[in-house]
């Protein structure tokens, strides 16, 4: 009877060392619970180990509670675990798990803005980078109230909406995303950036509207500061600007541009259109990047009146209109003459 009794602990003993090897196992080896492509967890800030267990079980992320809690123990990263949503698409072991959550690895998806968008344009990104639709971009873009403190007059957020790269998460909404970069775009546009415009005469709005015109014009950044001496040259001699990207972006509100500017189109009666009015357009025309801003409120120290395309990314400046037309039969008449030919 004695030995029956030893025999039955024995292969209890047995039988626990057997499961406990089998659990310790188990801690590193992977696993993969659900069927989906991917699967998503969210991890709310202030959870505890047991209760961030117990999604990833149900998640299939991790095989059972006890791995999950002998792994976290065996880590002694208890208190290292991050909040935020997490993607996983392979098997993972347990300790991998913890190591993800301990580096904060959270799931976000980005964007890019080039320089020199428009709200409508950015609006076509945003969709195609599958963050949403277009149409809740453009009207979160509509919200002119988020600027309000640095331009009354803003209708929508033309202009301030600053060209950059954002990472963002899974489920954050087209407002999300436009505050952020109109926050971004005041930490660009300094006080001090906007303390010199006014000191020169320029509102936060004109020297925004400005720099959008100069972003247009030149991708060059040597180019700014001049393209920007070359319109504030002009204003203050009260000669028409005579920007094409205005006038562009005056038929494109209307749904008319094609992409070829014509001698027709310079006619459009559009406060946009700076062949018909002088001075500024009523605002910006598109997202200015730190270069412009900066070229807007400090130009070249140059007397120049003109420029003309190089058709290489470049441009010929001039002072006077006999030089400028010059330049223009130069680069303009007789290149397209002889690439025609």
């Not at 997490?86 to 300790?95: D, G, I, Q, T, V």
Request: with cysteine; charged share 25%; proline share 6%.
């Amino acid at each position: 009877m004695r030995r029956a009794v030893v025999l039955v602990v024995f292969a209890a003993v047995a039988a626990g060392l057997w499961a406990g090897w089998r659990q310790y196992v188990r801690l590193d080896a992977p696993f993969r619970g659900y069927t989906a492509a991917e699967q998503f967890v969210e991890v709310p800030s202030g959870l505890g180990t047991k209760a961030i267990g117990r999604l990833l079980v149900e998640a299939g992320v991790v095989p059972d509670a006890t791995t999950w809690r002998l792994a976290v123990w065996k880590s002694g990263q208890a208190t290292a675990l991050q909040a935020g949503e997490y993607r996983f698409s392979e098997a993972l072991a347990p300790a991998e798990v913890i190591a993800k959550l301990a580096r904060g690895d959270v799931y976000l998806r980005s964007i890019t803005f080039p320089e020199g968008l428009t709200i409508r344009q950015m609006a076509a990104l945003y969709e195609q980078a599958g963050l949403g639709p277009a149409k809740a971009f453009v009207a979160a873009a509509g919200e002119p109230q988020l600027i309000a403190g640095l331009d009354p007059a803003a209708r929508n957020l033309e202009g301030y909406l600053f060209p950059s790269t954002y990472v963002l998460p899974r489920r954050a909404e087209a407002r999300d995303l436009v505050k952020r970069m109109v926050q971004q775009f005041e930490s660009v546009m300094t006080a001090d950036l906007r303390a010199e415009a006014l000191q020169q005469g320029l509102s936060v709005r004109e020297a925004v509207t400005l720099a959008s015109l100069v972003e247009k014009e030149t991708a060059a950044p040597e180019e700014r500061p001049i393209v920007a001496a070359v319109y504030r040259n002009r204003l203050r001699r009260g000669i028409g600007l005579q920007c094409d990207p205005t006038v562009i972006y005056a038929l494109d509100l209307r749904g008319r541009f094609n992409g070829n500017l014509t001698r027709a189109d310079l006619a459009l009666d559009s406060p946009y259109n700076t062949y018909r009015y002088r001075g500024l357009p009523p605002g910006p025309i598109a997202a200015p990047g730190r270069l412009s801003l900066e070229a807007a409120v400090r130009p070249a120290d140059v007397e120049y009146l003109y420029f003309v395309s190089r058709n290489d990314g470049s441009h010929a400046f001039a002072s006077t209109l006999a030089e400028h037309n010059r330049n223009v039969q130069k680069y303009q008449v007789e290149f397209f003459r002889k690439k025609g030919r």
